[in-house]
């Protein structure tokens, strides 16, 4: 068994149909728990920025947003509330501790009985670049995808590892074959058990074959939900249309395994025209899935929602706190509320300003962006702006190419850290002079130097807005005095002053004008 995967643990069930069923009580409870906390428990962001960030910095962090941040909305609450039904209700006529589960003893016949529920799906439809699959992604999270219930409690001979949800992609040719191979190479990558090197290696192996393999490793997991991604390329190939959607009906109603599929809308245009395979394809219901749209009656949409929190993390000194009308106009108009564009163009719009020295985001910078990286994909936006609808259908993708969008944020980062660090130098330069002066005074005051010392003030120095030698030198003083540090000084037998006099002489001396009393009188 792999030790990396996590004991069971059960609570119990206040429904009825779950109680006692520990595919079921094994699982997180969602059943009191609000959609504020669940959005919460969804939300992904950066480590918060530091306010005295360099331009460097400030180009990382947007790097890490770029990859990192998921913004929920009030679609992703509604996913995971069908998501969360599909396991249930999918686990509910699995219970192993029932004489009629349909799992049945792990490897025994597999047995379907009339009582049981009909197969169960779902869709999630959209274009390209809107999320779908990074918030299926992130909805899936929120569950353990593996777990191992020791013997007796699943099955009352040997432990079991249930797999609470698969993800694969369906192969671009659209074949079972090729389909049934990653069902069972992503099942061994989970629960790791050696199932590629025993079922897939063969150079004979048959489609027949293939097919009872993986149904016996579906069964035997208890997989809680298999997710087909790219399902718009289960239509690719015509004949395999009926053959393919009868084999995963088949699963569905003799495994009760639940099916989600994750497509584009040529998935619609093909159930449109067979209405047998539209039946079977999300019986349980579709969630169709649009771009950010900006709201025309004045009230707060999921766009407001997306864009107020995705300019909370900008990073430049002078944004404004609320996102200025015509930057927000002109990220709506190029995104056309694609959020893989939006989140791409706010990011490397971000960087530019910070290449250029700019503190404040402008629509110059957003459109000079636009027509300098996002060229691949602006006959898809151009087609949304139109609503063409035959048109958006042709289109493969409507994503900037992560390749493009990470060479795009490489060279912008080079270009800001080669400013920064050129800052950097010709910064050190007046820093240096200050430490010389303020060592000046510090050894007129016979207090030694020392690298612990000179290192403390050059930290001062770079924190300090203005360098004021007397400020840096009375911010040194507190910082030692408040951590009941002494200076060393040097050694002289005949000096009676108090210890705090000469940093007190020091710092009247730092603090009065250059030149003698005379000249200040005059």
């Not at 909305?73 to 029932?98: C, E, K, V, W």
């Not at 010392?453 to 930290?459: F, G, N, P, R, W």
Request: hydrophobic share 40%.
């Amino acid at each position: 068994m792999d030790n990396s995967i996590p004991v069971a643990c059960y609570a119990y069930s206040s429904d009825p149909q779950h109680f006692g069923n520990p595919l079921i009580e094994a699982l997180p409870s969602f059943q009191n728990v609000s959609s504020r906390d669940i959005a919460q428990a969804l939300r992904h962001k950066p480590e918060q920025l530091n306010k005295i960030a360099n331009r460097r910095q400030r180009s990382l962090f947007l790097m890490a947003l770029a990859v990192h941040t998921f913004i929920p909305l009030a679609r992703h609450i509604q996913a995971h509330t069908f998501i969360d039904l599909m396991i249930r209700l999918g686990y509910s006529n699995r219970n192993p501790l029932q004489r009629e589960d349909p799992s049945g003893p792990a490897g025994g016949k597999i047995k379907s009985y009339s009582h049981a529920r009909s197969s169960m799906s779902m869709a999630i439809i959209g274009c390209s670049g809107i999320g779908k699959t990074f918030s299926v992604d992130q909805i899936l999270g929120l569950y353990p995808q593996a777990l191992l219930h020791q013997a007796g409690q699943v099955d009352p001979e040997k432990p079991v590892i249930q797999v609470v949800y698969l993800k694969v992609e369906c192969p671009p040719d659209g074949s079972m074959k090729s389909l049934c191979a990653s069902v069972i190479a992503e099942l061994d990558r989970v629960v790791n058990q050696g199932y590629v090197e025993l079922f897939l290696n063969s150079k004979r192996i048959t489609l027949e074959i293939l097919r009872e393999r993986m149904t016996h490793l579906l069964n035997l997991h208890r997989v809680g939900l298999l997710v087909l991604d790219e399902a718009q390329n289960l239509v690719r190939i015509r004949q395999n249309h009926d053959v393919l959607f009868n084999f995963l009906v088949s699963l569905t109603n003799t495994l009760q395994v639940p099916i989600l599929y994750i497509g584009t809308p040529k998935v619609v245009k093909f159930m449109q025209k067979d209405l047998r395979i539209a039946r079977r394809f999300g019986n349980c219901g579709a969630l169709f899935w649009d771009r950010l749209k900006r709201p025309d009656n004045g009230q707060k949409d999921e766009w407001d929602s997306f864009i107020d929190e995705l300019w909370s993390y900008r990073v430049l000194k002078k944004d404004l706190l609320q996102i200025p009308a015509d930057v927000e106009d002109a990220l709506y108009n190029l995104s056309q509320g694609v959020i893989d564009i939006l989140i791409k163009l706010f990011v490397l719009s971000e960087m530019r300003a910070l290449e250029l020295g700019m503190e404040r985001l402008t629509v110059g910078i957003i459109e000079a962006i636009y027509k300098e990286h996002f060229g691949s994909v602006a006959p898809m936006l151009d087609a949304l702006r139109r609503n063409d609808v035959e048109a958006l259908i042709r289109y493969e993708d409507i994503r900037l190419p992560d390749t493009n969008f990470q060479e795009a944020m490489k060279v912008l980062a080079t270009e800001v850290t080669s400013k920064t660090q050129a800052e950097q130098a010709l910064s050190d330069v007046p820093t240096e002079n200050l430490v010389e002066e303020l060592f000046g005074l510090l050894q007129n005051a016979r207090f030694s130097r020392t690298p612990e010392l000179e290192e403390m003030i050059k930290s001062r120095i770079r924190s300090q807005t203005l360098a004021d030698p007397a400020a840096v030198l009375m911010a040194v003083v507190e910082k030692l005095a408040a951590a009941s540090v002494t200076l060393p000084q040097q050694a002289n037998p005949s000096d009676s002053a108090p210890a705090d006099a000469p940093i007190a002489n020091a710092v009247e001396t730092a603090a009065m004008p250059i030149g003698s009393p005379e000249d200040v009188n005059e």
